[in-house]
């Protein structure tokens, strides 16, 4: 992947080559400006790489159009922003509905209800953003990402806006959540402890990825969601 800028071409990432296996946890790391975020946006289709692909739970998105690839997001693909991205005019209960409205889910607000009620935000549903912590909008930016039952979470700095207190108890929801749903969680993350915390730590550095040493996964412990080279 590379970015132009005037008349040169800047690489972001190089030779990525990674193959994550379905129900694990990965957290990538590194400086800032290293492609982590990149390489997220290349897992959820909205940035497309200069070579090579990558396959989602078998599905190749070089074959998919613009359509298709949101359709991808709709249904398997959940992701959690760092700045939350919620609508304000919507309630806590509506934003975490969309995804399921947008695929014409019937009793999508009972489904986003019940979710809520899990991420523990069943007295605030009818509440707006502005009427939130940060952490309850996180919490619900996270019920948002999971109310369709995603294979793949990906999760931008999910505690990076969040005080100490409020990022460790969103570190726990995401990590029961994962051993709940079964859903491969891979996350960009600066916090080393939070990512130590994972089944595999990746780290990015100059357009690199290099694994840590002793985090990977047994090969045989997991079904593959797909190999997914950049």
Known sequence: MHYAI?????????????????????????????????LLLLLSGLE???????????VDLATLDADGLADLRRDRIGIVFQSFHLLPSLSALDNAALPLQMAGVRRAHDAAAAMLRRVGLGDRLHHRPSQLSGGEQQRVAIARALVHRPRL??????????????????????????????????????????????????????????????????????????????
């Open 6 to 38: 005037g008349p040169r071409t800047v690489p972001v990432l190089r030779g990525v080559d990674l193959r994550i296996a379905a129900g694990t946890r990965v957290a990538i790391a590194g400086p800032s400006g290293s492609g982590k975020t990149s």
């Open 48 to 58: 497309r790489p200069a070579a090579g692909r990558i396959r989602i739970d078998g």
């Open 153 to 230: 979470l990906l999760a931008d700095e999910p505690t990076g806006n969040l005080d100490d207190t409020t990022a460790e108890s969103v570190r726990e929801l995401l990590f029961e959540l994962n051993r709940e749903l079964g859903t491969t969680l891979v996350l960009v993350t600066h916090d080393l402890d939070f990512a130590a915390r994972c089944d595999r730590v990746l780290r990015l550095h100059d357009g690199l990825l290099h694994e840590t040493p002793g985090t990977a996964a047994p090969a045989a412990a997991r079904q593959p969601l797909d190999a997914v080279p950049a």
